[in-house]
């Protein structure tokens, strides 16, 4: 079956500092997700992309869709303290979303 | 407006119980989802219904686990009999069918088998 692998499994940054991180499939993909899960909540989606080499911003957040449709990365500027949280990526497989297995982030101030 | 309602928030049971999880979707909502999350496997999608019909069932675990929509703005996720492997945070997720990757997560319910 697929799989979404991310990496890394966690971060310990400081504040300001800038964040990349990464998602990896064995198929290839229409669409990258990317959700962001606040301790204690669940998921909210970041960012929609729709098409190969796609670069779509949010705000801090940048993320792309890979070249090869098997990869996305996700990248956020100057980290704040709510940057804390769980991000996945996620592919949309007709109707269901299957997600990656998640980056963990810390910030620190 | 409400987003996903789910309840209860936590729940400690013990082994051989029932256990039932509810949800109330967002209104105007007529795909439902049923996930778990575990530090083992992440987020893992169980079931999904569409306009209240199961629609893929596929993640379900095992017999002991079943779903139902009575109605647009219900659904329960029932486990019987619990089994401490069944620890885990159970979430529900709604969109509308006319956006396919905005899915709204409720809070979820954190369970516990001892």
């Known amino acids: 079956g697929q799989q979404l692998n991310q990496s890394p499994q966690s971060m310990f940054i400081q504040e300001g500092e800038d964040v990349s991180m990464n998602c990896t499939s064995s198929?290839?993909?229409?669409?990258w997700l990317w959700y962001k899960q606040d301790p204690g909540e669940g998921p909210v989606l970041l960012i929609a992309?729709?098409?190969?080499?796609e670069l779509t911003s949010n705000g801090r957040l940048t993320a792309q869709f890979g070249i090869t449709r098997k990869d996305s990365f996700l990248n956020i500027s100057a980290s704040i303290p709510s940057d804390v949280g769980i991000y996945f990526c996620?592919?949309?497989?007709?109707?269901?979303?299957?997600f990656g297995t998640g980056t963990r982030l810390q910030v620190f101030p | 407006d409400a987003g996903v309602i789910q309840s209860p928030r936590h729940e400690v049971t013990e082994m051989g119980q029932e256990v039932t999880l509810r949800c109330k979707p967002i209104?105007?909502?007529?795909?439902l989802f049923w996930y778990r999350q575990t530090m083992m496997r992440g987020l893992e999608l169980l079931i999904y219904?569409?306009?209240?019909?199961?629609?893929?069932d596929s993640g379900m675990p095992e017999d002991r686990f079943s779903a139902k929509m009575p109605n647009a703005s219900f659904s329960t996720l029932k486990i019987q009999p619990s089994e401490p492997r069944d620890s885990a945070v159970y979430f529900c997720?709604?969109?509308?069918?006319?956006?396919?990757?905005?899915?709204?997560f409720g809070p979820g319910t954190r369970l516990t088998v001892t």
């Open positions: 997720a709604s969109r509308i069918g006319t956006s396919p990757y905005e899915q709204y």
């Open positions: 992309l729709y098409k190969a080499g």
């Open positions: 996620a592919e949309d497989n007709t109707d269901k979303l299957i």
């Open positions: 219904f569409n306009n209240n019909v199961p629609i893929d």
């Open positions: 198929s290839i993909f229409n669409t």
């Open positions: 209104s105007g909502h007529d795909y």
